[in-house]
């Protein structure tokens, strides 16, 4: 055999040898390279699991601090990033299937530190490095949005791996109020937006931003979670805004169209635009503090911001409200006919619709459950009826059911009695809530997902009846969020943490089976800056009826102007088709 067969044949051997063994070979590589990844990933120096953050940055955005006493040249900058969101709004997260992300991460079980141990605090990177060496004031950017990673941490100091803490978040300035989102990433890692338009960025004006922890580990969702409810301020920051820069100018808002209420959830603000510091509550339990036809100022607004009586406040979202005069209200109402079912916020803004905005300022009140007509007190040809069904309870002298108002057969039939009228007569509009009472019935959110996904399940075939009798005209279906419960109620039941999430589900399932024709009205987000204490809400209430009488906070008299912006945002729901 000659030295190149032989050659030839030990390359033959070798190739069938590679043939049989090299994919064996690599699937046993590939095997324990995964198994190092995982023993890397799982059994690090800490010896807790990492947080699967994706590497989040701590900022996202030009930021520099400055003490308040020190040169413009002492000012101490981060390497400059170009600002994620370039020339855009502020929007809240929004995420698909939030009922079973939700679910999942509520049944999440512990086993590890950094799941059982609860959170103390939290670590904000790019704000507290900055602060570490003194007391300073936070320069960001106006028209940016500025983007924060959170980090919770346990009493040691070390992260949590483990979402479900409900933080309330406040923005606050001399004419500014938000409340800046933030996201829940399921592994003790949060995301925080924060933004202010130049408008309001004055050279002089100085913002305060606060975090406080209401809730650990979805506490909050609890039936009785009023002894797990902390209130503890983690993070109180002042802010000035700069001018922008050059390349950021953000678009002016207009005025909501039916399009815009589309989006399942808000990130709005409310911006002051005149004020009366000597204004005092007259005799009638009115802030009557601004001319009544002080008109608003674009882009924030159209119409007469004075008749608000909010001494300058107005609320706008993604787009701008108009505030609606008698004239114009009846002009889109007049033959109309709106049902109302929910809780007992439907009743307040119903009379706040009647007293201050259609003129008929002798109706008193109305109650939980009626059907009527209103003439215009100026011209009797036009009629509005109005149809409020109060969801408390199918007993509605008694509270705390909510949905499973819906399992009385005789209530379901009430119900269906109105789209069942002769002549195929249906309401125009319809406006749907539930959550207070929800939160005092429901065991567990499982439970509240089941009996949501029956309130779904009930309107989606009112619905589709409504739709087979008169096809080219069905209502216009709107979910009108719960309101944030304030003061004392932040604690209980139907604190803020479970209100949301109950929203979160019930739109869901709503929109899910097609009924949110109309969309969406976020009146959650409208009220949680005014929740902080009870000046403007009774605790579950943002629109009681004025009166010069002791209100919960001691004081005489209480602001009602929350739930007047929210009967020009449902007229702007209704009308602005």
Known sequence: MTASSSIGKEAGNWAAYHRRFLPKLLAGAISIFIFLLWAANTFNLGGSPRRSSGHLFDYLGPISIKPPSISAAAVVSLPPIPPP????WISPFNFLNYSSILLSRWLAPGGEPCRDSPTDAISIPAIDSAFAA????????????????????????RPRCL???YFETDLFGPSWK????????GNGSYILRLQVHPRFAAHDAVFTFSVVLLFRSFDGLKLSPDRFSLRRELRRVNIKFLPPHPSTSL??????????????????RWTRHARNDSCAVDRAGRYRCLDPALPCELP??????????????VYSAHCAFGVFDAAAAWRCLAGKWVLFWGDSNHVDTIRNLLNFVLGLTDIDAVPRRFDRRFANPDNASEILRITNIFNGHWNDSLNYLGVASLRHAPFRDLIWGFFNETGDRFPDAVVLNSGLHDGIYWKSVRRFAAGAEEAAAFWEAV???????RPEAPPRVFYRTTVATGGYARDLGFNPSKMESFDGILKEKLKARGVLTGGVVDEFDMT??????NRCNDGVHYGRKPALTKWRDGQIGHQYFVDIMLVHVLLNAFCNS
């Not at 924030?300 to 406040?313: D, F, I, R, T, V």
């Open 528 to 533: 949680f800056p005014w929740h902080y204490d």
């Open 251 to 268: 678009p002016d808002l207009r005025l909501c169209r039916a399009a815009d209420f589309g989006l399942p959830a808000w990130s709005g």
């Open 134 to 157: 003194s007391s300073t004031v936070l320069l960001l950017t106006s028209g940016d949005i500025h983007e924060f990673a959170v980090t919770a941490l346990e009493a040691s100091g």
């Open 178 to 185: 938000s409340r800046p989102p933030i996201i829940d990433l």
């Open 85 to 88: 969101f370039p020339n855009s």
């Open 463 to 469: 619905m589709a009846h409504v739709r087979s009798r």
């Open 300 to 313: 924030w607004c159209a119409g007469k911001l004075g008749s608000l009586e909010s001494n300058g406040w």
């Open 163 to 165: 979402g479900g803490d």
